[in-house]
């Protein structure tokens, strides 16, 4: 086995004061037969997030793979579980990259020490890939004492929101609707030729669609999970899943949540330290243009912002992000034109407490693992409505992700955390927080979360082929642009709920 370090001992950077590093081991999948590889139960370095990778990001491996875990704290093993192999590098030149992986989706699988693991070729596969390998991630750990912006954080880590100073002030970088006459619900931008198919991602056939959220805006009751954002307005205090009530609250974390409205200052600042902005384009993306720089956001009128004020939004530096594994700086789009919900298929037996963590292997497996600058996704969502930022370069950027293939170069990723197509349900506190979150990041660029639009597939997809125009949900389910099951059944089928609540929310352009 071997013990990979997963810092890249930056001068600069690194997880913060106040967190511990994460590891990553891999321990290499060796056998005579080609067409499958079995390893019996073995102990290893404790971890608490496994996947299994290959040499070939671009061979789409059509199999199973299967592992169980034994518990650190317990000893006792774990049934077998499936990981999702159906994960494919960013259509970017960041999927171009000679240490890109094929790999499959991570499973948090908590604090163990022990794996078996099997690996088989299935349908037309002739051989398991190259290069097979387990990769198993050990978080690290918020510890007490000073985070990473020196303020004193609790054992499980604070949060703030990470919205440069302009995120309020913000003009729209595509045409935005009139605020006093929004656009309707079937309207349809186009960013594509005009040639446009029949629109084929409805949601009929995913099961019958769940009502709006009614609860309270994300995180309305009960005792807060850690992180709580720490500059949320007062009304209310964050939001816990009704099984996972914590018992204690972070110190130096206020137990006030947000409220309904849009909040009377703008958030505090973590401004991106990329270079001078550029001039944003007059004209929409007709093809993927993600560019190194941010499109510039002229000054607004000083009486009327033309932009909503953000959501709160856990920090990098809050959930305890290790910067120095970021080797480039972040690409930036031309406008946001949708946003894709995805799950991060691992499990629903978790604490929020536990989110922190969980979102740290994540960014360890996605440039460890799978080769990519940064984490995928753009934000993550907890099941008590806690909202992370996700991928560097500033929440309120319209950054390049690597979580949709073929429309990256479109969209941003929102992932909420565990598995919703194998029985798990998102909480009401989800589902807003999710509506919330993408109000606020379409309507930064005057896009209508009700709406529809079409945009030009980048790659084959499974859905769609390259070059075709695609008519999708300005707020679509990973499976509309990609052949897969995520964002799982139940989360998929509370999509028509989540656009609706969108459009009424507080944070949506013209509200």
């Known amino acids: 086995m071997t013990a990979v370090a997963a810092s890249a001992g930056g001068e600069d950077t690194g997880p913060g004061e106040g967190t511990q590093s994460a590891k990553a081991h891999v321990l290499a999948l060796d056998g005579k037969d080609p067409r499958k590889r079995a390893l019996p139960r073995t102990g290893t370095q404790t971890f608490s997030l496994i996947g299994v990778s290959w040499a070939d990001s671009s061979d789409t491996f059509e199999g199973t793979a299967q592992i169980r875990t034994r518990k650190a704290a317990t000893g006792e093993w774990s049934e077998w ?44 596969e002739t051989a398991v890939p190259d290069a097979l390998r387990l990769d198993m991630i050990d978080p690290g750990e918020t510890v007490k004492g000073k985070g990473s912006d020196g303020r004193k954080v609790s054992g499980k880590g604070g949060g703030k929101p990470t919205v440069s100073p302009d995120a309020t002030q913000a003009t729209p970088t595509g045409p935005a609707p009139e605020p006093s006459d929004p656009a309707p619900t079937d309207a349809s931008t186009t960013v594509a030729p005009s040639n446009t198919p029949g629109d084929t991602t409805g949601d009929s056939g995913s099961g019958e669609a769940s009502q709006p959220p009614t609860e309270e805006p994300t995180g309305s009751t009960g005792t807060p999970e850690d992180p709580t954002p720490s500059t949320a307005p007062t009304e209310s205090a964050p939001g816990t899943d009704p099984t996972d009530a914590p018992t204690d609250a972070p110190t130096g974390t206020p137990t006030d949540g947000p409220t309904e409205g849009p909040s009377t200052e703008p958030p505090t600042s973590e401004a991106p330290t990329d270079p001078t902005p550029s001039t944003v384009p007059t004209q929409e993306p007709t093809g993927p243009a993600p560019t190194t720089e941010p499109p510039q956001t002229p000054a607004p009128s000083t009486t009327t912002p033309t932009a909503p004020t953000a959501p709160a939004i ?3 530096a809050d959930w305890g992000a290790d910067e120095s594994l970021v080797q480039d700086p972040p690409s930036y789009l031309n406008k946001v034109d949708a ?16 989110s922190p963590a969980i979102i740290r292997a994540i960014l360890t497996y996605h440039v460890r693992t799978n080769g990519w600058n940064d984490i995928g996704y753009n934000f993550f969502v907890d099941k008590c409505g806690t909202v992370f930022e996700g991928r560097a370069g500033g929440v309120d950027r319209p950054v390049l992700g690597a979580h949709t293939y073929g429309f990256n170069s479109y969209s941003s990723g929102i992932s909420l955390l565990g598995n919703y197509e194998t029985g798990g349900t998102p909480t009401a ?45 300005t707020i679509s389910g ?34």
């Not at 309507?443 to 009700?450: C, I, T």
């Open 478 to 511: 990973h499976r509309d642009g990609y052949a897969t099951l995520c964002p799982g059944a139940t989360l998929y089928s509370a999509l028509p709920g989540i656009r609706t609540a969108a459009g009424s929310s507080p944070y949506a352009t013209g509200n």
């Open 81 to 124: 579980r499936d990981l999702d192999l159906d994960v494919r590098a960013p259509e970017s030149t960041e999927g171009e990259e000679p240490d890109v992986r094929g790999a499959s989706e991570p499973l948090w699988v908590g604090p163990s020490d022990g794996v078996e693991a099997r690996v088989v070729a299935d349908g037309e």
């Open 429 to 473: 506190a989800a589902q807003k927080a999710i509506a919330d979150l993408a109000a606020w990041k379409l309507g930064l660029h005057g896009v209508d979360p009700e709406a529809k639009v079409t945009l030009t597939a980048a790659a084959d997809t499974g859905v769609w082929t390259k070059g075709q125009a695609a008519t999708l949900n």
């Open 314 to 316: 856990v920090s990098r």
């Open 339 to 354: 946003v894709f919900v995805h799950h991060t298929a691992g499990t629903n037996d978790y604490t929020c407490a536990d």
